[in-house]
């Protein structure tokens, strides 16, 4: 008996893949590198010289933070090529990850900020 192995690909096509490119990867890594730069001057230069407020530059990291995550995600671990139902799943279950957060973050300060001192 002979057995036969057939490798098939049910919408694994290799060019789903093909806009992945090494100049592509090149293009993003200097893109990662750009915002990271751009947060160290943020961090050693703007800040200390008190050209921003600390809250604007808080914003400012996490949009950084946040567009480095989006490249990271979407070049390097591939999501850009995913198809939509994915995407707009994983990107649902973030959305609701942060807002879980950010109303722990809330109510913890609440709970925090009013609870009576006990001597």
Same mark, same amino acid.
Do not use: C
């Given at each position: 008996?002979?057995?036969?192995?057939? &490798?098939?690909?049910? =919408?694994?096509?290799?060019?789903? &893949?093909? =806009?992945?490119?090494?100049?592509?990867?090149?293009?993003?890594?200097?893109?990662?590198? =750009?915002?990271?730069?751009?947060?160290?001057?943020?961090?050693?230069?703007?800040?200390?010289?008190?050209?921003?407020?600390?809250?604007?530059?808080?914003? #400012?990291?996490?949009?950084?933070?946040?567009?480095? #995550?989006?490249?990271?995600?979407?070049?390097?671990? &591939?999501?850009?090529?995913?198809?939509?139902?994915?995407?707009?799943?994983?990107?649902?279950?973030?959305?609701?990850?942060?807002?879980?957060?950010?109303?722990?973050?809330?109510?913890?300060?609440?709970? !925090?900020? &009013?609870?009576?001192? !006990?001597?």
């Amino acid at each position: 008996m002979s057995e036969q192995h057939i &490798h098939t690909t049910d =919408g694994h096509e290799h060019d789903d &893949h093909a =806009g992945l490119s090494k100049s592509k990867i090149w293009q993003v890594f200097f893109i990662l590198l =750009g915002i990271t730069v751009v947060e160290f001057i943020i961090a050693l230069v703007i800040l200390p010289a008190g050209m921003i407020p600390r809250g604007a530059a808080n914003i #400012a990291y996490i949009l950084l933070t946040l567009l480095k #995550a989006y490249y990271i995600v979407a070049f390097f671990m &591939h999501l850009k090529f995913e198809k939509t139902g994915l995407i707009l799943s994983m990107g649902l279950a973030f959305i609701f990850i942060a807002y879980f957060i950010t109303l722990m973050l809330i109510e913890g300060g609440y709970l !925090h900020d &009013h609870m009576p001192l !006990h001597s």
